[in-house]
């Protein structure tokens, strides 16, 4: 049984400069902006809240399998895909277009300039639900605003439990569209942010939205995470990481834990840690998808981590 992840596939590109925005950017000239940046620090991140979450998923022994559409460019990322075992069954390439990118310029003050391009993704609707067998479970992850509704619609027409994520996508819906969500999704998870303007868009609460679904997970940082389920309101602990190194992805990374935790049936108490402490090891990596552990070594965390055997 597999896990139908419906979201993005982009690239991220980081270029970092090594002065700051402010000495090169004149505030009373702001409206004949015309500056260069050099940039000789640069790398190039394999993304995309589905190839994400379909990585973290693979690598706790789940089967994932990133429902998205693609650019002629995104070869050099379906080698990448062969090579940790990620499913391209649910790919579908679409003829003159990019894959999603992003362009990320940094400055020594951690500002940033970021220029976004959806390419591919808009077409995202073409992939249908439906053209997958086997699915045990799904999750609509920030993607092209059609693509959203409509697998939202095919999963729970075809009665598949599926989880809400909108991210960096909610600002595409109102609170109408957003109650759509809600009735057709078995689970929801947002940030701390997002479930505030959730609240914000919906005029129900978190509370009131778990009422009617089978849990609301909400993720807060460095704070652990909650999940409001039964009327109840769960504390999962913060997985301590060994280092902090780049937060990028750690939500895509707990979600993949929430995904694993629901196939294997086990409590919300559990699933909560593993998607934790899935989420402390990707911070401890640079780069969305260039963790890695063996089940071993995953087990042998999770005691030392939070006292009982996974």
């Known amino acids: 049984m597999s896990a139908l992840i419906s979201g993005s596939m982009a690239y991220d590109t980081i270029m970092v400069f090594q002065d700051h ?29 589905a190839g994400n979450i379909a990585y973290n998923l693979n690598l706790l022994g789940g089967k994932g399998i990133p429902m998205a559409t693609v650019g002629e460019d995104f070869a050099p990322y379906a080698r ?13 390439e679409i003829e003159g277009e990019f894959t999603a990118q ?11 300039i970021t220029a976004f391009h959806p390419g591919a993704m808009n077409h995202a609707h073409l992939n249908r639900v439906g053209d997958h067998s086997g699915i045990r ?9 059609q693509g959203m509704i409509e697998h939202a619609e095919q999963f729970a027409e075809a009665g598949i439990p599926f989880i809400f994520d909108p991210g960096q996508g909610m600002p595409m819906f109102d609170g109408d569209d957003l109650m759509r969500f809600v009735e057709q999704a078995t ?9 505030k303007l959730m609240e914000e868009r919906t005029g129900r609460s978190t ?31 913060l997985a301590p990481a060994r280092e902090l190194k780049d937060p990028t992805g750690c939500g895509d990374a707990y979600r993949g834990g929430l995904l694993y935790g629901l196939m294997q049936g086990v409590d919300w108490e559990l ?5 934790s402490l899935m989420g402390a090891i990707k911070i401890e990596s640079q780069g969305l998808q260039n963790h890695h552990f063996t ?16």
Request: aromatic letters at 10%; hydrophobic letters at 40%; one cysteine or more.
């Open 137 to 145: 479970i799904g999750i609509v992850s920030p993607d092209g605003r």
């Open 80 to 92: 990448w895909m062969d090579d940790k075992g990620v499913s391209r069954a649910g790919l579908k």
């Open 21 to 49: 925005f402010k000495n090169h950017i004149l505030p009373e000239q702001v409206h004949i902006l015309n500056v260069s940046f050099l940039v000789p620090e640069m790398r190039r991140n394999f993304g995309g809240c």
């Open 295 to 310: 089940r071993e070594a995953f087990e042998a965390r999770f005691k030392d981590v939070f006292g009982f055997a996974l």
């Open 187 to 195: 689970w929801l998870a947002f940030n701390d942010y997002e479930a």
């Open 207 to 237: 509370e009131q939205l778990a009422a009617q679904v089978e849990a609301v997970i909400v993720t807060r940082g460095g704070e652990g995470s909650t999940i409001h389920t039964g009327g109840k309101q769960l504390d999962i602990p």
């Open 102 to 112: 992003a362009f990320i310029t940094t400055d020594q003050d951690d500002n940033q």
């Open 271 to 275: 699933t909560g840690r593993i998607a």
